[in-house]
């Protein structure tokens, strides 16, 4: 981008000079010293273009590169987004499968399926009679010391609800950096675009006022150009300017 300021700035100062040298011109002879600077300075300038137009074609070719990358990882990224949630749909509905187990001893083999260490203690079930509903009530028993299992278990199951609402949030601020981002990468194309675009435009209009000068010095001063003096030099200004324009 730099590269690109630069090219406009130069090229629309050398055409302003020129245009201004052109007001001298008509009563010179033929200056193969002046010729010979013009001309290399056309080709310093051609190279300048070529050499610009080669460091944004690599660019181009980054960006292309980059672009199919970032596509890659927003693919990836939905992948696992998909992935989240279909085991999140899986724990609920492993959780309303064990809200339905109606049989005692299914449910004694879930708990056991869950906590295999328990399974391998002694551990069972007995029925304890409630006086004021005159009714049995089955309880687990367990070792007292086994209860530190169901702690760390309910511990760690508040803990990753925490990380889990915390990476949502990650998520959706990652979201929306991403489209950022994707607005800023486009505006700098877009920039670049138009800085190239207006470079070009700059250099071919300065390569038509270098060959009017060079084509002015190369004139004997009795040729008559067929237009008044002031013409050629107030139009001459006149693309200098528009030239200049082109930085805008």
Do not use: C
């Amino acid at each position: 981008m730099d590269s690109l300021k630069k090219g406009l700035i130069t090229v629309s100062v050398i055409a302003g000079l020129l245009a201004i040298a052109l007001s001298f011109i008509l009563g010179r002879g033929i200056d193969r010293e002046e010729i010979h600077r013009a001309q290399l300075e056309m080709q310093e300038l051609r190279a300048s273009r070529d050499s610009i137009e080669t460091v944004v074609a690599m660019k181009d070719s980054m960006q292309s590169v980059l672009s199919a990358r970032v596509k890659d990882l927003n693919s990836e990224t939905d992948r696992l987004r998909r992935e989240v949630q279909v085991l999140e749909e899986e724990r609920a509905e492993n959780q309303l499968t064990v809200r339905n187990i109606r049989k005692k001893e299914d449910l004694q083999n879930r708990l056991a399926e869950t906590f295999p260490e328990m399974a391998e203690s002694d551990w069972g079930v007995t029925e304890v009679y409630n006086e004021e509903f005159d009714v049995g009530i089955e309880y687990l028993l367990v070792p007292l010391w086994f209860s530190e299992t169901f702690i760390i278990d309910h511990q760690n199951s508040e803990s990753y609800k925490q990380q889990v609402s915390r990476f949502t949030e990650i998520d959706s601020l990652h979201q929306q950096v991403s489209v950022l981002k994707d607005s800023l990468f486009t505006l700098e194309r877009e920039k670049a675009e138009a800085y190239q675009i207006g470079y070009q435009e700059a250099f071919t209009k300065y390569e038509d006022i270098n060959a009017k000068y060079i084509n002015l010095l190369e004139q004997p001063p009795s040729i008559d150009l067929g237009i008044p003096r002031w013409g050629v030099i107030g139009a001459s200004i006149g693309a200098g300017v528009l030239v200049g324009s082109q930085i805008k």
